[in-house]
């Protein structure tokens, strides 16, 4: 039997509301297709373009998106060739081009907080919050949203939290964290992550967090069959039953270190139960050679649309680039959830602003 995805815990029962978090989660809303709500973004570390994909489906347009890796750059080029892609370190960009875009979004690189690394915070390299919070200042958006792992909750990150929430009040922002599952807006895996949100203080009255939906997400087997069934094996719909449950969060990688598996030897365990083999990633589907009992090895693809990915975004460079741009993404199906909140706010202040 399929497990409901399991409710969000948070790390600290205070970031539910309160000083850290001022928010309520709000009522649900329908999410059908959304038309252009005239709102624009720039994106930030915008990667493979799970955030953006998202971002789009919510009906925000993108004015730019900045991305150092070049492979992730082609994949934004390959998919969407009138995008404004730009191939640049964030800590040189200069976003004055970019005053007025409603909205500051992007996930700012996780392994400073990861408790898969080292945790250095503000002392890795690879931290971009002071960039982020730079560009905020330079450009003054309306809103800021910017995604992140769990471990950026950690109680080792506290004054690190305090000194973002300080630096964007000074700008006039009012500041929040919530950590929630992937799973809760229909993602067929866990993936607890951290969302920060920032809204100019005369507008944050409107904004509440997104309501997780009332339908469970899909298990691994029910997302998967026709993909491992795709070459001819002839145990796949024996597999399907067995991956009963929904994936284990997939873990990319950071550019510096892991290749195209499934993560350590904990989450390979996790990926062994749904009769899965994460020790690395295949090329294709199983053949009508592979044993009927056999446990698989996952494609891209696959990995791809258990992140939420359309099945038609394509990703750029070889498995293991490919791997990470899908690993590391902000599920696609998540991000809607959260920016069409934000969305609902900025168009709600916008529609007051002109009643008045």
């Known amino acids: 039997m399929k497990s409901r995805a399991p409710k969000t815990a948070l790390l600290f029962p205070e970031l539910s509301t309160g000083p850290e978090n001022p928010w309520i989660t709000g009522s649900p809303k329908c999410i059908g297709e959304s038309p252009l709500s005239g709102l624009t973004t720039l994106e930030l570390c915008a990667g493979a373009g799970g955030q953006a994909i998202g971002l789009e489906q919510a009906g925000i347009e993108h004015a730019g998106l900045v991305e150092i890796n070049k492979n992730a750059c082609e994949t934004l080029r390959l998919n969407r060739p009138t995008w404004n892609v730009i191939e640049e370190d964030l800590n040189t960009f ?111 009255e409107h904004f509440s967090w997104p309501q997780p939906v009332d339908i469970p997400p899909k298990s691994v087997g029910e997302v998967l069959l026709d993909s491992m069934a795709a070459n001819g094996w002839k145990g796949a719909a024996a597999w399907a039953k067995r991956a009963s449950e929904i ?32 020790l690395g990633l295949a090329n294709e589907a199983p053949g009508p050679e592979f044993p009927l009992d056999g446990m698989p090895r996952l494609t891209v693809r696959m990995v791809a649309r258990l992140q939420g990915f359309p099945d038609d975004w394509q990703f750029a460079g070889g498995k293991t680039q490919s791997y990470r741009q899908v690993g590391n993404a902000f599920p696609p199906p998540f991000a809607r959830a959260v920016a069409e909140r934000i969305k609902l706010c900025l168009t709600m202040s916008r529609s007051l602003r002109i009643a008045g």
């Open 247 to 278: 994936a284990p969060t997939v873990v990319g990688g950071s550019h510096k270190h892991g290749g195209p598996d499934l993560g350590p030897t904990r989450a390979r365990k996790a990926w062994a139960t749904l009769g899965v083999d994460g």
């Open 94 to 204: 200069d976003g004055s081009s970019f005053k007025g875009v409603d909205l500051i979004s992007g996930g700012l690189p996780c392994p400073p907080f990861s408790v898969a690394g080292k945790q250095l915070g503000r002392k890795d390299e690879r931290n971009l919050f002071p960039a982020m919070i730079r560009l905020v200042d330079q450009i003054r958006p309306r809103a800021v949203m910017i995604e992140n792992v769990r471990g950026f909750l950690d109680a080792v990150f506290q004054d690190y939290r305090g000194y973002v929430k300080e630096e964007l009040v000074k700008l006039g922002y009012e500041p929040g964290w919530k950590l929630m599952n992937a799973s809760e807006f229909g993602v067929p895996q866990l993936r607890p992550r951290v969302v920060f949100v920032a809204m100019r203080k005369e507008l944050s």
